[in-house]
Nanobody, 125 residues
Framework: VQLQASGGGLVQHGGSLRLSCAASERTYNRYNMGWFRQAPGKEREFVGAISWSTASTLYANSVKGRFIMSRDNAKNLMYLQMDSLKPEDTAVYYC???????????????????WGQGTLVTVSS
């Protein structure tokens, strides 16, 4: 499956953005999905994950209460609503798919088989 992330941009501290991830195949509906991010000079880190059924979600402590994941399986789309953005949220954001459908949804990037190309989010102070 091919993934394409979009929706990044420049936003002020405290602002909001919604990222989207489009999947090329309907098999996406059977995959767990995740968001990761990588800031300059840092390792890729987990942001959040949502199960294929949407019944289970998991968020990094750094974004809990500010970011919400959702998915529209009928449209092969996944979203990351980001509110109360902080400068430390600045990073390239990647969407990824886990074909194993394991539960609980994984936070380790090694568990994800497919990756999108990333979209840059910049939060100004």
């Amino acid at each position: 499956v091919q993934l394409q992330a979009s929706g990044g941009g420049l936003v002020q501290h405290g602002g909001s953005l919604r990222l989207s991830c489009a999947a090329s195949e309907r098999t996406y509906n059977r995959y767990n999905m995740g968001w990761f991010r990588q800031a300059p000079g840092k390792e890729r880190e987990f942001v959040g994950a949502i199960s294929w059924s949407t019944a289970s979600t998991l968020y990094a402590n750094s974004v809990k209460g500010r970011f919400i994941m959702s998915r529209d399986n009928a449209k092969n789309l996944m979203y990351l609503q980001m509110d109360s953005l902080k400068p430390e949220d600045t990073a390239v954001y990647y969407c990824a798919a886990d074909s194993s459908r394991r539960l609980p949804v994984p936070s380790d990037p090694e568990n994800y088989d497919y990756w999108g190309q990333g979209t840059l989010v910049t939060v100004s102070s």
